[in-house]
């Protein structure tokens, strides 16, 4: 499943990159449009909350090829946001502008501390997000949370792929996120789920999965600390 999507996202994405680069004069609201579109098909957990909303149910994945796609995509439009007149900018999009430079930097730090920071990733926040958005109806909470539940095996597998090395201080924040993230699938969600009334016969199933991950995750963030604590010594 992750693994259409994944395909799916990047040929996808690279096209929408790609092309329109050769940019001399640029419409801002449409760059806004183009931006927002690519941004929220990359990363599906910034997505606005809404029962509708479809691309909810997935999560970003962090293989080498979704991490090329998102270099490509910083690239892109720190290329275009360069030729944007501020000047010329309506007062109603200036806001968008300025959220568009906080998201490239946060892009470009989320791609540094990808190499060297384990705690960038953690997929407890995106799911939080929806658990206590109290807009969408328990039952369908429950729905997208589910599905989303059958990325986090593969999530935290193409995570390890990435971190290279840590400092003792990273790896033992990854370790406390970790270890809220595993009470919230173990104790929060599964209770969550029961009381909503959705029935989903893989639930129990995806849970374990999902557990599972993230204890060979924690493992991993341990062994990133031992290694630096004897770095350090």
């Not at 501020?86 to 892009?107: E, S």
């Not at 971190?163 to 003792?168: A, D, F, G, R, S």
Request: proline share 4%; net charge positive.
């Amino acid at each position: 499943m992750w693994r259409l999507y994944v395909c799916t996202l990047f040929c996808a994405l690279l096209m929408r990159i790609c092309t329109g680069c050769d940019t001399t004069e640029i419409d801002f609201p449409t760059f806004c449009n183009d931006f927002k579109a690519s941004y929220y098909e990359l990363f599906p957990d910034e997505t606005p909350l809404d029962a509708a909303n479809l691309q909810l149910k997935k999560m970003f994945i962090p293989s080498k090829a979704n991490m090329d796609t998102v270099r490509l995509f910083g690239k892109r439009y720190r290329a275009q946001l360069k030729q944007v007149d501020t000047n010329a900018i309506n007062a109603a999009f200036r806001p968008n502008y300025l959220q568009i430079q906080r998201i490239l930097k946060g892009i470009d730090v989320f791609l540094t501390n990808s190499q060297i920071n384990p705690a960038a990733f953690n997929c407890h926040t995106g799911f939080y997000r929806i658990f206590k958005n109290e807009d969408i109806a328990p039952a369908k909470r429950a729905e997208i949370l589910i599905a989303k539940l059958h990325y986090i095996p593969a999530f935290y597998e193409n995570a390890r792929k990435n971190v290279k090395m840590t400092t003792l201080e990273q790896a033992s924040l990854a370790i406390n996120h970790q270890v809220k993230a595993f009470v919230f699938f173990d104790k929060e969600l599964p209770e969550f789920i029961e009381k909503s009334g959705y029935i989903a016969p893989e639930m129990h199933k995806l849970l374990d999965e999902a557990r599972l991950a993230i204890k060979d995750y924690i493992g991993f963030c341990n062994s990133l600390r031992a290694e630096a604590a004897r770095r350090a010594h």
